[in-house]
């Protein structure tokens, strides 16, 4: 509570900071809403005169810590927020603090909440990328694997399948047709090659020879093709 006394003097004789206080009457006025008041207090006095010509004197406590001059504010001062803990996952919490940089002074603003919780956040699983496909096994099926990064918190989703067989779809090797006959060489051969168009997988035929040799003598002509055929083709095992 706040406490305003009041007085009334005559017009005649207005009161002087040397007269003796009169007598005083109380009014008080709640003050809920006003910061805690230090124990140490002042009173001023301040004539004012009002339409019934009539001088008045308010004395009004007010807050004046000791060693602080009359005035004087200065706000809480708080640090940043730190970063969150670690979740408590027996009640399934994370907090942050933060401290007090500057205590208030004065009628200066009280510190805000130095404690901030909040819900954990979920954590979904986190897995790595596919590896690579395995050879076909007996069955005709191919295989490829992933592994966990990271386990599933707090509520996230679960992780998934870690493996993934598909069924092989064996494709044979396809080469090119076979170039010409080159020129002798000296030790009396002439060579031919050809090319891998597409590679086997899953299982499928293997490429053929990709090199031939042959005696000059029973080459008719270096421009003729090593098999004559003029057009690749699939060769399985």
């Known amino acids: 509570m706040l406490a305003i006394f009041t007085s009334s003097f005559g017009q005649a004789s207005p009161p002087r900071a ?27 006095m301040k004539p004012v005169t009002n339409a019934c010509r009539y001088a008045a004197v308010l004395f009004l406590c007010v807050s004046q810590p000791p060693g602080v001059t009359a005035g004087r504010s200065v706000d809480c001062v708080v640090s940043d927020w730190s970063e969150y803990s670690a979740c408590d996952e027996i009640n399934m919490k994370q907090t942050r603090t933060r401290s007090v940089v500057q205590d208030p002074e004065g009628w200066g603003r009280a510190c805000p909440g130095l404690v901030d919780t909040m819900v954990c956040l979920p954590v979904s699983c986190q897995t790595s990328t596919w ?33 993934e067989d598909v069924k092989c779809n064996p494709v044979d090797c396809y080469v090119s047709r076979w170039g010409d006959w080159s020129e002798c ?8 090659t050809r090319t891998v168009l597409v590679n086997p997988h899953d299982g499928g035929a293997e490429c053929p020879e990709l090199e031939r040799a042959a005696p000059c003598s029973s080459i008719g002509s270096a421009s003729a093709s090593a098999d004559g055929s003029g057009a690749g083709k699939r060769k399985r095992r």
């Open 18 to 44: 040397s007269d003796p206080l009169p007598a005083l009457t109380a009014t008080n006025i709640q003050t809920s809403n006003l910061p805690n008041l230090p124990t140490h207090q002042t009173r001023a």
């Open 131 to 163: 590896g690579d496909y395995s050879s076909c096994d007996a069955k005709g099926f191919k295989t490829r694997t992933r592994t966990i990064i990271r386990e599933a918190q707090y509520g996230g989703a679960d992780c998934r399948a870690l493996s």
């Open 185 to 192: 060489l000296a030790d009396g051969t002439r060579l031919a």
